[in-house]
Nanobody, 121 residues
Framework: VQLQASGGGLVQAGDSLRLSCAAS????????LGWFRQAPGKEREFVAS???????YYADSVKGRFTLSRDSGKNTLYLQMNSLKPEDTAVYSC????????????????WGQGTQVTVSS
């Protein structure tokens, strides 16, 4: 499966954005997908994960502000980001979970090209 993230942009603190992760190659109905982000000079970190049957998981830093949703007809995973903060500034990427912890970068593969999110104060 190939993934492509889109929807990033430059916004002000408090604004909202919706990121899309479009999958091609095979249906992702029974696929767990995750969003990660990497800010300049920092390690890539977990943002959220959508399990195909067990619901969603979120990093504490985004819980209550970010929400995952799926459109299986469009083979797309969405990340709705509300109340954005300057510390949310990063390149956001999506990937397919393979095995292990849902919160760990090493558990994912098939990384898509990321999309830049910049939040100004």
């Amino acid at each position: 499966v190939q993934l492509q993230a889109s929807g990033g942009g430059l916004v002000q603190a408090g604004d909202s954005l919706r990121l899309s992760c479009a999958a091609s190659g095979r249906p992702f109905i029974r696929t767990t997908l995750g969003w990660f982000r990497q800010a300049p000079g920092k390690e890539r970190e977990f943002v959220a994960s959508s399990h195909w049957s067990a619901g969603s998981y979120y990093a504490d830093s985004v819980k209550g502000r970010f929400t995952l949703s799926r459109d299986s007809g469009k083979n797309t995973l969405y990340l709705q980001m509300n109340s954005l903060k300057p510390e949310d500034t990063a390149v956001y990427s999506c990937a397919v979970w393979k095995a292990g912890s849902y919160y760990s970068t090493g558990s994912y593969a098939s990384w898509g090209q990321g999309t830049q999110v910049t939040v100004s104060s």
